[in-house]
């Protein structure tokens, strides 16, 4: 069974910046397509990133320009940088594999907190 493994997460000022790793163990990601999601308090929880086996990113219209999503097979991690912090970020982030439909593959994990606020 895979475990998925997020952290990283923080309460920073709106502007600042942070770094979410997601490990994974009992799977290797490399031959998967991966994706960060982000669940703001109240909301469904919804893909802001993603990245295929080859490199390959996608991200939502709300976070271009601003997050970073790579991924390290060797270490079997993914990671999300995220610059220039938006109160809207605010909300419980996860990784997961997923297909090209969107359906996710394993179990969620328990999510990183990211809290931007003055």
């Known amino acids: 069974q895979v475990q998925l493994v997020e952290s990283g997460g923080g309460l920073v000022q709106p502007g600042g910046s942070l770094r979410l790793s997601c490990a994974a163990s009992g799977s290797s990601i490399s031959s998967a397509l991966m994706g960060w999601y982000h669940q703001a308090p109240g909301k469904q929880r919804d893909m802001v990133a993603s990245i295929s086996s080859g490199g390959i990113t996608t991200y939502a219209d709300s976070v271009k320009g601003r997050f970073t999503i790579s991924r390290d097979n060797a270490k079997n991690t993914v990671y999300l940088q995220i610059n220039n912090l938006k109160p809207e970020d605010t909300g419980v982030y996860y990784c997961?594999?997923?297909?090209?439909?969107?359906?996710?593959?394993?179990?969620w994990g328990q999510g990183t907190q990211v809290t931007v606020s003055s």
């Open positions: 997961n594999a997923r297909t090209y439909l969107g359906a996710v593959l394993w179990s």
